[in-house]
């Protein structure tokens, strides 16, 4: 499924329509960038009140104009390395108006001088989807057009899977299990848009929201494999999720820090503490909406996160989803 | 033979440098309905023979068309504390093309997933942003513990990369090893004309190996089929923006190459037929060596006369090389028009 950062349509469709069938057509709502909003009223109004945010958006690319022969040209949108989209095959448009484009780049045999050695840029990559000229390229992907990675949903080792848009599907599909897990005060389920172009869309559920406690279900920065020093791998894949007690976006609440870590050590759900400040997520803009909230982050590892092929571990984002029950079920004991 | 079809069954199959004894069988299977005679030779070169149907009165002239069956690779070159592996090329892989992408193990005990590692952006330096990757940065992840992966893998074990054709707008398909199945594809349309067509000549098909090496397959196979003319099917560059002048051809056509490896009047006769026929070819220079089996061939035994005809590719050495299924039937028209107006006296004032 598709889904760029504003163009969540497909993603959004679909997880309105399972938040409808559980929790039925009143309790789900829109806000004004488009995510969607699950509210769970209290059973009872003493418990905090809580939100539960993972973002619907992945990162891809952009379509800017055509050159004369045919090729598109991209911007990327949310972050991305150029260096991971040569020799990659994308989609252009979404659903079964989308077709398939490949992104090449000049063949090591006309290479010459430092070309091995410099890193593309963005601005010098193109995508070929076999169109003869401008005018046709132009006409079956206008500017605007969104592009995402054509990489096919590959289970693999022991328990892995690689894929596009594990950030934040992994996530997504957590909070969809989540919608009836046990928990007597207001539960709201925030399916958010535009994380990846800045956290935008929880700024606004965050708003509407005004939560007590915000927890956001992420993927995150994997970097453990190829002989790594510790000190840089962030988190190790297979190690269970990780609870994270700052990043560039956000500081967790160090009792919700705690109280997280103590669930999972209680019912023995393996994880991990997120071991490097990087990367940002909904969690920052949840944490100082309206009045404010404490909020903590758990992600699942992910290998090669906003590249075409990025990695996790699926007894993770089992982990995931159990250790933010779990988490609820502390808070409901108080 | 449905080229597309064709390009779906054989891109994907295992043929690194060295390691082309499978497709040498399954290639065999897809000659033999076509020709007289086929053979695997010591190296696993496969050689498929055609005998003439036209008479001549003396011994008929012997045409060799080749095409080489051996794919760039990579080898696991270590198996790292963590369960990931190191590798090297096997043939000219840039290491720009592999981050993040996907790769088949290759080991004694089956297949195994993999993905190449990259750094993920919120990690990297403004240093690290300026170069491309090296192969000692790269690393495979196969989702394995670590005594697992050194339980499977073992130094050496080929790893080759993934990418299924994909058709694109205009008859156009982007895939892993067009280079050089497209052309294995050309030879066997030419085999399929030519058992239709009149001719005077003996054709020999080789698939040779060991090209992405340096032509040590071909050497061998001239040895062997003794031909008298080459004809050499080889990918080559099709044109892209910001291409240095006279380095590539439009893509939508066969090319020939021309230059001092290239005997001259044959090149001529190549022109004639191409005109004859209605077949578009573009032409291109090669100063010296054309990187391809003809350097090889032109010097095997006591010398072959060569033509080269390429068809162009995008990309190429990745896993998206991007051609032009309407090249690749007109390259295989070419090459069984060319083979079938060979006739006695063909070498008639070859040199003067």
């Known amino acids: 499924m598709e889904g760029l950062s504003g163009r969540e349509e497909a993603v959004r469709r679909a997880v309105m329509e399972i938040c409808e069938g559980k929790l039925g057509k009143a309790a789900v709502k829109l806000d004004g960038t488009g995510s969607v909003i699950a509210v769970r009223p209290a059973k009872n109004p003493a418990l905090p009140r809580v939100m539960l945010a993972a973002h619907m958006d992945e990162v891809g690319l952009l379509v800017l104009s055509a050159t004369e022969e045919g090729l598109l040209r991209f911007t990327g949108s949310g972050g991305i390395d150029p260096r991971v989209l040569i020799s990659k095959r994308v989609k252009v448009g979404y659903g079964e108006d989308g077709i398939p484009g490949v992104i090449g780049s000049p063949p090591i045999h006309l290479q010459s001088g430092d070309d091995g050695n410099t890193a593309p840029k963005i601005e010098n990559l193109s995508i070929n989807i076999g169109a003869k000229d401008k005018a046709e390229a132009e006409s079956k992907a206008p500017i605007g057009t969104p592009v995402t990675f054509a990489t096919p949903y590959t289970p693999f080792g022991d328990g892995y899977v690689c894929a596009k848009a594990l950030d934040d599907r992994v996530g997504v599909y957590n909070l969809l299990r989540l919608l009836d897990a046990p928990y007597d005060g207001e539960l709201t389920l925030a399916f958010t848009s535009q994380e990846e172009v800045g956290l935008r869309g929880a700024m606004a559920a965050g708003f509407i929201v005004q939560p007590d406690i915000g927890i956001a279900l992420e993927g995150t920065t994997a970097n453990d494999l190829g002989e790594t020093p510790d000190a840089l791998k962030v988190c190790e894949p297979g190690k269970g999720p990780c609870v994270s007690f700052m990043d560039n976006s956000s500081m967790a609440d160090r009792g919700l820090f705690r109280l997280m870590l103590e669930a999972g050590k209680a019912e023995g759900i393996d994880h991990q503490i997120k071991k490097f400040i990087a990367g940002g997520n909904d969690a920052g803009a949840i944490q100082r909406a309206g009045a404010g909230a404490k909020v903590v982050v758990l992600s699942v590892p992910c290998r090669n996160i906003h590249s075409p092929s990025s990695v996790c571990c699926l007894r993770d984002v089992d982990n995931q989803y159990l250790l933010a029950q779990a988490t609820l079920a502390r808070l409901m004991k108080g | ?352």
């Not at chain 2, 394995?144 to 694109?168: C, F, I, K, N, Y």
């Not at chain 2, 020999?204 to 190996?209: E, L």
């Not at chain 2, 240095?244 to 006769?269: H, N, W, Y």
């Open chain 2, 1 to 352: 033979m449905d080229i597309l079809s064709f390009l779906r069954e054989s891109t994907g199959r295992f043929g690194p440098v060295g390691h082309e004894q499978a497709i040498a069988q399954w290639l065999k299977e897809r000659f033999a309905p076509l020709c007289d005679e086929v053979f695997i030779d010591a190296m696993s070169n496969v050689i498929a023979v055609q005998k003439p149907t036209a008479p001549s009165a003396g011994k008929p002239p012997v045409v060799m068309l080749c095409a080489h069956m051996d794919e760039i690779a990579l080898m696991v070159t270590a198996i790292l504390e963590d369960g990931s592996l190191r590798i090297r090329q096997v043939g000219g892989v840039d290491p720009a093309i592999l981050p993040a992408s996907t790769v088949t193990v290759h080991t004694d005990t089956g297949e195994l997933f993999g993905v190449i590692g990259a750094k993920p952006p919120h990690l990297l330096s403004a240093e690290d942003r300026k170069h491309n990757v090296k192969f000692e940065d790269l690393y495979v992840d196969l989702g394995l513990s670590p005594e697992a992966a050194a339980q499977r893998v073992h130094v050496g074990d080929l790893v080759t990369m993934q990418g299924e054709p994909l058709e694109l707008l205009n008859g156009k398909v982007a895939s892993k090893t067009l280079d050089d199945r497209s052309c294995i594809a050309a030879m066997l349309l030419a085999a399929e004309r030519l058992q239709k067509l009149s001719h005077t000549a003996q054709v020999v098909f080789c698939c040779s190996v060991q090209e992405e090496v340096g032509g040590y397959g071909a050497r061998v196979a001239a040895y062997t089929a003794a031909p008298d003319i080459g004809f050499i099917l080889d990918v080559t560059h099709a044109a892209y923006p910001g291409a240095k002048p006279d380095t590539t051809v439009p893509p939508d056509a066969p090319a020939a190459t021309m230059g001092p490896f290239i005997q001259t009047k044959l090149m001529e006769r190549l022109k004639n037929v191409a005109k004859e026929n209605g077949i578009k070819m573009n032409v291109e220079l090669a100063g010296r060596n054309t990187y391809t089996d003809t350097d090889d061939i032109q010097i095997a035994r006591g010398g072959i006369p060569c033509v080269l005809v390429g068809v162009p590719l995008n990309y190429m050495h990745t896993t998206v090389e991007l051609g032009d299924v309407n090249a690749v039937a007109e390259t295989g028209r070419l090459a069984a028009a060319f083979a079938a107006a060979v006739e006695e006296g063909w070498d008639t004032d070859l040199w003067i």
